[in-house]
């Protein structure tokens, strides 16, 4: 069974940096698929941030692609997120997610509880 | 961007009644490789998403027979034959065509 867990602060000042890792268990991040970030801010849709691949090839949302770093530690089975000169606007509860590909419809197929970032000062 | 428009977005059902809702993409959803990206997801009231169909019309395991989904191009529609009182929550379509983008939202709320 694939389970993802987000840990990081839930709070983060304005023009700081977000960092927020994602613990894999149940598969090896080496194993294949990408792990991506999806973002929903309160009261609000679901808007993906970015997936990596375990090599760590990375592709970002074109809107956020500047301040968005994902990185992969496969020692650890853990990806990480960071995005910089953060805003209210970057308000929202982040998700960890396993992304698949063509066969499983390139979506995202198993999901962390999610992790509140509250940007304030 | 592909932009994602669901209808209704709110969406009240009586308890053993069919519901439906609408999905349609800015542009089609068919892929280079045939095939069509087109996922749907439940968001139960505190909890994180659960795909329920990937690629149109594959149900995922453990989702209940009475969720189906169809369409093709940029029209699309999540049905639940029956609704139960578990079925609570927001809908979700998100295409994988181009990037990934999801639609706004469909509430579904007993009456």
């Known amino acids: 069974q694939v389970q993802l867990q987000e840990s990081g602060p839930g709070l983060v000042e304005p023009s700081e940096t977000l960092s927020l890792t994602c613990a894999v268990s149940?598969?090896?991040?080496?194993?294949?698929?990408?792990w991506g970030w999806i973002r929903q801010p309160p009261g609000k849709g679901l808007e993906w941030v970015g997936s990596?691949?375990?090599?760590?090839?990375?592709y970002n949302t074109p809107s956020l692609k500047s301040r968005v770093t994902i990185s992969v530690d496969t020692s650890k089975n853990q990806f990480s997120l960071k995005v910089t000169s953060v805003t209210a606007a970057d308000t929202a509860v982040y998700y960890c997610a396993r992304h698949v590909g063509a066969e499983g419809g390139r979506t995202f197929d198993h999901w962390g509880q999610g992790t509140l970032v509250t940007v304030s000062s | 961007d592909v932009v994602m428009t669901q209808s209704p977005l709110s969406l009240p059902v009586t308890l053993g009644q069919p519901a439906s809702i609408s999905c349609r993409s800015s542009?089609?959803?068919?892929?280079?490789?045939?095939?069509?990206?087109l996922n749907w997801f439940q968001q139960r009231p505190g909890q994180s998403p659960r795909r329920l169909i990937y690629k149109v019309s594959n149900r995922d395991s453990g989702v209940p027979e009475r969720f189906s989904g169809s369409g093709s191009g940029t029209d699309f529609t999540l049905k639940i034959s029956r609704v139960e009182a578990e079925d609570v929550g927001i809908y979700y379509c998100?295409?994988?065509?181009?990037?990934?983008?999801f639609g706004q939202g469909t509430k579904l709320e007993i009456k």
């Open positions: 998100m295409q994988g065509t181009d990037w990934y983008t």
């Open positions: 542009q089609s959803l068919v892929h280079s490789d045939g095939n069509t990206y």
């Open positions: 990596i691949h375990y090599s760590g090839m990375n």
């Open positions: 149940g598969f090896s991040i080496s194993s294949g698929f990408y």
